[in-house]
């Protein structure tokens, strides 16, 4: 198509976003008692990871409450393929890039069967699979270590030398570049072909249908795309950790901290993910332990008392986002050019 | 223990949990089957029944009315009665509140909106229940541990209604699962079958325009489903918490897990098919415990849920339906 062929590969707002990100290491040295290069790391991952969920969820019209599933797949991954524990050991590079696809082919597992399901069930099926993956997790210790772990993993190394954990700036300014190549490909997929089918699939089956889409096949690839984006983000974290961490790291919690970033954002829209990843990871991350920490070491907070600490109130304001966006603002803070509510 | 009474053991557990899980499913049954929304808050409006109750029990003076030399059995009974009541009331108003608030709004909107709308719901209960959980009663243990579970008091005399010898153990709680659950599920089927209110829920599953165009009331009957739901939730509540003596803020995802899958088991919309699926459920999750493992049990469950989802979206007693375009 030619009209796909003039399309920039960023939108001023993707642009605007990704350059304010990359104003943060600044500000640590303007500011030097506010670290915010560590934590935004976060920022990426999670990106990352909505990105992925946007796909599915905003373009395609598929819930899936069970990202967090993939992001456990790519951490494994990255874990079993890179600690030293293990026979592997390819690095960090082939690590994430393994991981994606290991992640797509998860995807593509879960997917082809339940697919054809209708949204609704789809999105418990989804739950459900985000649940046994980390049960089995859990309970597998001879390959994961169970609830300890896979650790140590490697930072991202340039030309064989693995960055210093201090290295917090050039980390997030690599982790930004990664973020940036994410969201030009999600552009591209937005534009492309395949993109215009997934929207279409979204917009009316049955009326694709007979554009000679096949929904089935559509929604597929755009699962197993969405699964892979969610496993980079994994391994993503899992290298910032140094470990996968337990199996409960990425519980229910963390596909809905993901579904909320899509929903709160603008769900359909880059731009929007990008936002509503600053605005509920550094509300999650950053703002609520800041605080936290804060009212504890003033003697405000205690851990006695769960109504003097910030961090309690994570399941309300996760809550009361899903339903006020649902209520009020279906479209997010950012709107989709594209969406077309029903 | 011989082979048959560790199985007989089993049986009896997997039916108790069975008809506790049963009474949760119904709730999301009838709103399913109403209103096409997977009603994700209700497992939370049920942990918040058990909360209700233990604030009961702690405000009555738990040991004064549970100390066995000082109260009869009656009594005990009496006190389970209440709450049963109680917190049913409460989790029906409070299930049909959610509803009225963020539900109806919603009602034309694409159905996933609903459902994320639910699961929203569901996150503020959660942290409802965790922040009720650090009320600074002595039965929430002085609320400095908001988060860790409750002990629940033990209501009914444990001791072994089969005789202290022998190694199958059937206790008074179990009698009392039975003797509490079994009458509401035939009072629930004869309600909904007999009652005016009843024939309109009925009506409105089956096609809500043309019950609307019959003069059937449809919000009322939906507040109604609501309320009957709830309040079913919030009896099996304090059955749960009675027979697991433990409540915690969020127990209500591992049970509306359960109960869920029980629905869809049985067949999602159909009064018997989620009785039939939660005893079924309790069922398989009592020999997996026993012949699989513990730690492999929900995932168990989860294979099952997402095996009928597949195959047999229609579950075991539903209609075949398509879905409409």
Redesign the interface.
């Known amino acids: 198509m030619p009209a796909a062929a003039r399309v920039a590969p960023f939108s001023w707002g993707q642009l605007v976003v990704l350059g304010g990100l990359a104003l943060v290491p600044l500000l640590d040295y303007a500011m030097p008692s506010v670290q915010l290069s560590a934590p935004s790391r976060w920022v990426v991952v999670f990106a990352v990871m909505a990105l992925g969920l946007n796909i599915v969820v905003g373009w395609t019209?598929l819930?899936n409450?069970g990202i967090a599933a993939f992001a456990a797949v790519g951490a494994y991954s990255y874990g079993i393929l890179t600690c030293e524990i293990y026979p592997f050991q390819v690095g960090f590079w082939w690590g994430v890039v393994l991981a994606g696809l290991i992640g797509a082919f998860a995807g593509f597992l879960l997917g082809a069967?339940?697919l054809r399901?209708?949204?609704?069930?789809l999105?418990?099926?989804t739950?459900?699979?985000g649940?046994?993956v980390q049960?089995?997790l859990?309970?597998l210790e001879l390959i994961t270590k169970g609830t300890q772990g896979i650790n140590p993993l490697p930072a991202p190394s340039f030309g064989g030398d693995p960055l210093a954990s201090t290295d917090v700036s050039l980390w997030f300014y690599l982790y930004l570049g990664i973020l940036a190549l994410v969201v030009f490909l999600a552009r591209n997929l937005e534009f492309s072909r395949l993109g215009r089918q997934l929207f279409a699939v979204r917009e009316d089956e049955?009326a694709a249908r007979c554009m000679a889409i096949e929904p089935d096949k559509a929604k597929l690839k755009a699962f197993a795309m969405g699964a892979a984006l969610a496993a980079v983000s994994g391994a993503l974290g899992a290298s910032v950790l140094s470990s996968t961490g337990e199996p409960a790291n990425y519980d229910?919690q963390v596909s809905?901290l993901a579904?909320c970033i899509v929903?709160v954002g603008g769900i359909g829209s880059i731009t929007g993910v990008l936002v509503g990843a600053i605005v509920m990871v550094g509300l999650n991350n950053v703002l609520l332990p800041i605080l936290t920490q804060t009212l504890q070491r003033s003697g405000i907070g205690s851990t006695?008392?769960?109504?003097s600490l910030p961090d309690?109130?994570?399941?309300?304001i996760?809550?009361?986002?899903?339903?006020l966006m649902?209520?009020f603002r279906?479209d997010g803070i950012v709107h989709s050019r594209k969406a077309v509510?029903? | 223990m011989t082979e048959s009474e560790v199985f007989l053991q089993q049986v009896i557990y997997g039916l108790s949990n069975g008809m506790i899980i049963a009474l949760v499913a119904l709730g999301y049954t009838m709103v399913y089957g109403i209103v096409e929304l997977i009603n994700f808050a209700h497992g939370d409006v049920f942990t918040l029944g058990g909360f209700l109750a233990l604030t009961i029990v702690g405000a009555l003076g738990a040991a004064a009315i549970l100390d066995p030399n000082a109260a009869g059995e009656s009594s005990h009974w009496l006190l389970l009665f209440g709450l049963v009541v109680g917190a049913g009331l409460f989790c029906g108003v409070l299930n049909m509140t959610i509803d009225k608030v963020v539900y109806k709004p919603l009602r034309r909107a694409p159905k996933l909106t609903q459902l994320v709308a639910a699961i929203g719901v569901s996150f503020i209960l959660v942290n409802i229940a965790l922040f009720w959980g650090g009320v600074p009663m002595e039965s929430f243990g002085g609320g400095n541990a908001a988060a860790a579970p409750k002990d629940f008091p033990e209501i009914l005399e444990g001791s072994n209604l089969l005789g202290e010898e022998s190694n199958v153990v059937l206790r008074l709680e179990d009698i009392a699962i039975f003797a509490i659950t079994i009458p509401l599920m035939v009072g629930l089927t004869l309600f909904v079958k007999k009652s005016r209110l009843g024939r309109g829920m009925r009506a409105t599953a089956q096609n809500p325009v043309a019950a609307k165009l019959m003069g059937i009331d449809t919000d009322r009957v939906i507040s109604a489903t609501f309320l009957i739901g709830g309040f079913l939730g919030g009896a099996a509540s304090v059955m749960w918490s009675v027979y697991n003596n433990t409540i915690s803020f969020q127990m209500g995802f591992r049970a509306g897990m359960d109960a869920f899958t029980a629905a869809v088991l049985g067949g999602i919309g159909s009064l018997p098919g989620a009785m039939l699926g939660g005893i079924l459920i309790g069922l398989i999750r009592a020999m997996s415990d026993q012949y699989i493992e513990t730690r492999w049990t929900n995932v168990v469950v989860f294979g099952v849920l997402i095996l009928i989802l597949v195959f047999r979206p229609s579950g075991l007693l539903g209609l075949k339906q398509r879905e409409k375009v």
């Open positions: 019209g819930l409450l069967p339940t399901l209708r949204g609704d069930y999105a418990i099926v739950l459900g699979f649940e046994i049960d089995g859990k309970n049955l229910f809905i579904l929903i006695d008392n769960v109504f309690n109130y994570k399941f309300l996760f809550g009361l986002a899903l339903v649902m209520r279906p509510r029903k």
